[in-house]
């Protein structure tokens, strides 16, 4: 019998004791996502230092970037699936130490070859930390006021994306770039401890791992990545990247098979005949794509484009970057009342309107009044779908689903980011692009212009979504033979 054919009441849960537990789940799942997120980003203002400190070429830069984002994208869904195996509160634990550990050796990189090697050690234990985030979180709240958990979730999220060239910028140049990695080290070595104590633990439904699905998952979505970061190197034509997309998508294609026949498979397919799962996860892959590629150009823009340093360009890129902490938690906290779809259609809206605003104003010599509005009012639009989005998804699947849902969408964001800077940089690149800022400008406009369009294939998906959420569906004994007696029972234990 399958998800969408049947309604039941919701499946056990870990029990919710409110109050100090819930509290200290969304400030323990938030700092923890802050540190991983703000990652991906901080690292983009000391490139320049770090070349010259190690000796690295252009390629090396490139990959101190993408080892990270590569590493994250492909082992999302693994992350999951070890947290519904082993304990989310346990492997959330694990994933915090383990990038503790990661960032000191990145801080003590003295080749560019071992920074590289350690950002991607990095990424792999940031795939555990960051959907089981999500998941405690939705754990530990009922549904009338995951909401506004989940808001707070969000803005957290949007602080961490603000927060990384700003925070990358002021430390390279008061400190030193090493100061990046090594203010990590202090933090996950103190929540690690706190999680193991104050978090309720918690497991998916089945009790073995899917090691198979892992490998197909894991290789299918490095081919599709590396494919996608690799294209505006080397040519989409070429043999590197048309045989890399291509093995991407025969394992993805094989690993959806094998989940079908799995007897306890890491992603049930079924959960994807669920209007409101499949059309969140459609609005996070457009979001996220038309967002990182506008940011991945914007972040130039203003230093090429407008002569700017790295930090003065992260202080300029702040009423975009900065809004979901205000915006999100209010987003998340009426979605409560209106649903979500309002919220995702509107925000996308929002989004690309600000994005085509950019575009079609942007110049050399303008200023900082016409930029910040226009780039609040895409910001506004993100804040709104980040909470709704992920509130989206985590309402919309039976609570023992909560992990897998959380990596489902996680892996799928992470996959948009990734295709949305290949696509904006396709079109952004030509001769001479870097030669004047006129030039740059020229070239920039039509592919922001690409990035608001991203947007509006969102909307579509986003007026597909129901138009309210039904009760997450517990699944019937025949869709979960493989139920882990231990998610009957969540262990307790407060302090």
């Not at 699936?81 to 003590?108: Q, T």
């Not at 978090?199 to 490095?222: H, K, M, N, Q, Y």
């Not at 590197?240 to 997309?245: C, G, K, Q, Y």
Request: net charge positive; aromatic share 8%.
């Amino acid at each position: 019998m399958r998800y969408a054919e049947t309604h039941h009441a919701p499946g056990p849960r870990a029990p919710s004791a409110g109050g100090p537990h819930q509290t200290w789940t969304l400030v323990l799942a938030s700092l923890g996502l802050f540190m991983v997120a703000l990652d991906t980003l901080v690292v983009t203002t000391a490139l320049p230092v770090i070349r010259v400190d190690l000796g690295a070429k252009l390629t090396d830069l490139e990959w101190t970037v993408n080892a990270y984002n590569l590493a994250f994208a492909c082992l999302l869904l693994t992350g999951a699936a070890l947290g519904d195996r082993f304990g989310r509160r346990r492997m959330f634990a694990v994933g915090l130490l383990g990038f503790a550990v990661a960032s000191g050796a990145a801080a003590l990189s003295t080749s560019v070859g071992v920074l590289i090697a350690a950002r991607a050690v990095q990424g792999g234990f940031a795939a555990i930390v960051m959907p089981l985030t999500l998941t405690l979180i939705s754990q530990a709240f009922p549904a009338e006021k995951r909401g506004m958990a989940i808001g707070l979730w969000g803005g957290i999220a949007g602080l961490a994306v603000a927060a990384g060239p700003v925070v990358g910028g002021a430390i390279t140049n008061g400190l030193d770039w090493q100061w990046i990695f090594w203010l990590n080290v202090p933090i996950g070595l103190v929540l690690a401890p706190l999680a193991l104590r104050r978090l309720t633990e918690s497991f998916g439904p089945r009790p073995r791992l899917d090691v198979i699905g892992l490998a197909l998952a894991g290789a299918g979505f490095l081919g599709l990545t590396w494919g996608l970061v690799r294209a505006n190197t080397v040519g989409w034509g070429s043999a590197e990247v048309i045989s890399s997309l291509l093995a991407g998508a025969a394992l993805v294609a094989g690993f959806l098979a094998w989940q079908r026949r799995a007897r306890s498979p890491m992603l049930p397919l079924d959960l994807f005949r669920l209007r409101a799962f499949t059309t969140a996860n459609g609005v996070s892959f457009f979001m996220y794509a038309s967002l990182f590629g506008a940011l991945f150009l914007m972040s130039q823009f203003l230093q090429i484009g407008l002569g700017n340093s790295p930090l003065a360009a992260g202080l300029w890129i702040l009423p975009w970057t900065a809004t979901p902490m205000v915006v999100a938690p209010i987003a998340g906290a009426l979605s409560e009342r209106y649903g979500n779809r309002p919220f995702m259609a509107a925000g996308l809206a929002l989004q690309a309107g600000g994005l085509g605003w950019v575009a079609a104003i942007a110049d050399p010599g303008m200023g900082y009044l016409q930029l910040s509005i226009a780039l609040t009012v895409a910001g506004v639009g993100t804040s709104m779908c980040f909470p709704t989005v992920a509130n989206a998804v985590m309402g919309s699947v039976p609570q023992q689903e909560a992990g897998v849902a959380s990596g489902t969408n996680s892996a799928i964001r992470e996959l948009g980011g990734v295709f949305g800077v290949a696509v904006l940089a396709a079109v952004f690149t030509g001769p001479a692009v870097y030669g004047t800022p006129d030039a740059f400008v020229d070239a920039f406009k039509p592919a922001l212009g690409v990035g608001a369009a991203l947007a509006v294939l969102g909307i579509v998906s986003a007026l597909l979504a129901p138009r309210r959420e039904l009760p997450s569906p517990s699944p019937s004994p025949e869709a979960s033979p493989a139920r882990d007696h231990r998610s009957e029972r969540p262990v307790r234990t407060d302090a």
